[in-house]
């Protein structure tokens, strides 16, 4: 089907189920859907387990509906920053759970959940403490460790232009895992920028193709 | 003489072979930047998904959709290109990029690697990309200081913290001495004031 167009945020949101592991694209700030994560707070799902590389910066965000309490557990690479108030407080608390993952394995493994992967041999992180009770095997003479998929039941994105049928386009480094986290969730919520006419956006330039996407709102 | 912190990323950005493929680590690694030359044509990446990065932003040029791997506003330098996070690591990890340059805790004499957790219990654990590029790159630089600030070595037999990754380290550029480490063992390259004899007696090894 192709996608949605919503006329705001909350209807873009609407249905989220309480314990839905929720993707979150972003890099820090860049590319963060701040208007869809404000509103999954208005709409008040709880017990999420949420994926995304950091744990939220300052006050808005990821970092609010944290404050909220609504997440029970955390996937992501890099929690701890200087601007990393909230989660660190609640982390301390043993009020959020935290699985830490190697940047580039938590991408591969939302990727390998999106392309049918059942799992896949990684390299990163062999003989250290992220890959104790993993299955490990050598393959050629290098040990690798067995990584296994990460799908969510929605994945929150903020892209930079969409067309009606929801076609994206990224802008700079805010793409970072937009692209990968549109192809691994159930429900694919995108907030962009402006949205243009079918046609409009050049298809060799076009980064998701609206096959992945199911909702599409301007914020 | 020991070197500075700026004389020491000169001493790393000499090192490397013109058109390389780099990615400069968070922290002191980033000064190397300040010291490649436009001959060189070195080809900067950075993990959240370009290649062509330029130094950082200032003023009218800062762009929240253009940020380094510390979350700082960079620019972009023509021949740029951006791609999303699953195919940035496959560039680490498939063995793309010739060098990174990575900060650590301590190595060992091998090439072991930690800098990503100090293992203290209060701490909270963050990996971020330095595990993939410990492994990924052909070559991977490590800039410290010899010592701590307790005086303690940080190149050591073997890791007391938590591992980042296993003989990934092919040379260490500290303030003492440039010091090459691998299967072999560790071999000094260049001493900075101070003679090998010396340096194995602070650092406890035979060099």
Known sequence: ?219 | MSLSKDELAARVAADIAPGSYVNLGIGQPTAVADHLTREQGVVLHTENGMLGMGPLAHGAEIDPDLTNAGKQPVTELPGAAYFHHADSFAMMRGGHLDVCVLGAFQVSVRGDLANWHTGAPDAIPAVGGAMDLAIGAKQVFVMMTLLAKDGTPKLVRECTYPLTGLGCVTRVYSDLAVIDVGPGGASVVEAFGVDSEELGALLHLDL
């Open chain 1, 1 to 219: 089907m192709s996608a949605v167009l919503c006329d705001d945020v909350d209807e873009a949101v609407a249905g989220i189920q309480d314990g839905s592991t929720v993707l979150v694209s972003g890099f820090g700030m860049a590319g963060m859907p701040v208007d869809l994560i404000d509103a999954l707070i208005r709409q008040g799902a709880r017990d999420l387990t949420v994926v995304s590389n950091n744990a939220g910066n300052g006050d808005t965000g990821l970092a609010a509906l944290l404050a909220e309490g609504r997440v029970r557990k955390v996937i992501c690479s890099f929690p701890r920053q200087s601007d990393s108030w909230v989660f660190d407080r609640l982390y301390r608390e043993g009020r959020v759970e935290l699985e830490v993952v190697p940047q580039g394995t938590l991408a591969e493994r939302m990727r390998a959940a999106g392309a049918g992967i059942g799992a896949f041999y990684c390299p990163t992180g062999v003989g250290t403490p992220l890959a104790e009770g993993k299955e490990t095997r050598e393959i050629d003479g290098r040990t690798y460790v067995l990584e296994l998929p990460l799908a969510g039941d929605v994945a929150l994105i903020g892209a930079h232009r969409a067309d009606r049928i929801g076609n994206l386009v990224y802008r700079r480094t805010a793409r970072n895992f937009g692209p990968v986290m549109a192809t691994a969730a159930t429900t694919v919520v995108v907030q962009v920028r402006e949205v243009v006419e079918v046609g409009a956006l050049d298809p060799e330039a076009v980064v998701t193709p609206s096959i992945y996407v199911d909702r599409v709102v301007v914020a």
